[in-house]
């Protein structure tokens, strides 16, 4: 059963745009130090899509011998087409994947039954296999029933990460929907709406970043029934989720930086927007707001 706060690595680059592996160990190091139950890697806040396969299949490898089965590690195998989306599956089930993940086709939209094909092969491999549902223009939604129908139409496709607005609405269908086929499903979109999904039967979230011992405190806060000290500790959380929404990939690299876990905030990204100097001051001023709640190896310096 995967369930938890399940922290999508970001590839950690030098200031030159190459792979800083000292800081990718250290990323490691932090999310079980955070009490991750789990990593995913790579996924869009890996920003996988300015990875060659090459580096693609690096760091998989990486990270598989580095956590070295201490928490579930989930590989995100989307490809453009099915063949590569096999291509990157055999090769996460050679690295020590415990599950596999995959959006449908993206940047060439696949029709309907093509994607239910291309979920169909990739649940042919011994892992259980979660969906990224993720919106519109780089991902293909499906339907709540469309997803129902893939989980009952293939045993080894277990999950789905809902990441389509509404979420949340989508979330209770898809548990209204299924016939006991689907173990659970996790949300994203940077875990703004955690307590939220967590009330309406989700089995966690895979957010991204900076905030990773926030959140699992968040998470297992819910879990012990203490509801409302989860939602205080979100809420104090939220402003700098809502700068994740905006700035994505600068903002988690940013914090992770000044929190030691990376040398260099650097984004391939090509779509990134920088922080300004206005921002940075929002920025960690509102980190004093949940600093009490991180843990004291990875301290905002």
């Not at 580095?66 to 590989?75: C, L």
Request: glycine letters at 8%.
């Amino acid at each position: 059963m995967l369930a938890g706060i399940y922290q999508i690595l970001q590839t950690p680059f030098d200031d030159h745009g190459n792979i800083d592996w000292d800081s990718f160990a250290r990323q490691i190091e932090y999310c079980v130090a955070a009490g991750a139950h789990g990593m995913v890697v790579p996924a869009l806040a890996s920003e996988f899509f300015t990875l060659s396969d090459a580096e693609r299949k690096q760091i998989v490898a990486f990270a598989g011998e580095r956590i070295a089965g201490r928490t579930p590690f989930v590989v995100g195998v989307q490809g453009l087409n099915q063949r590569i989306a096999l291509e990157f599956a055999r090769h996460a089930c050679d690295h020590a994947a415990t599950a596999l993940m995959a959006m449908p086709p993206y940047l060439r939209k696949a029709p309907k039954a093509d994607v239910r094909g291309y979920y169909q092969q990739l649940a042919g491999f011994d892992r259980p296999l979660i969906i990224q549902n993720a919106p519109a223009p780089i991902g293909s939604p499906l339907s709540p029933q469309e997803l129902v129908e893939l989980l009952a139409a293939e045993c080894e496709i277990k999950y789905i990460k809902e990441e389509t607005p509404p979420i949340l609405q989508h979330i209770s269908q898809i548990l209204e929907l299924d016939k006991g086929d689907c173990l659970g499903v996790f949300g994203g979109a940077n875990g703004i709406y955690l307590v939220d999904e967590l009330k309406r039967g989700a089995c966690g979230n895979m957010p991204a970043g900076g905030f990773v011992d926030v959140q699992v405190r968040i998470y297992d806060l819910f879990r012990a029934g203490e509801i409302e000290q989860a939602e205080q500790l979100g809420f104090q959380l939220l402003p700098l989720l809502n700068y994740a929404m905006v700035y994505g990939v600068s903002l988690h690299k940013y914090v992770m930086w000044r929190r030691g876990v990376i040398t260099s905030p650097f984004a391939r990204d090509p779509q990134k927007i920088n922080l300004d100097a206005d921002d940075i001051r929002t920025v960690e001023r509102l980190w004093t707001r949940v600093a009490e709640h991180s843990i004291p190896d990875f301290p905002f310096k």
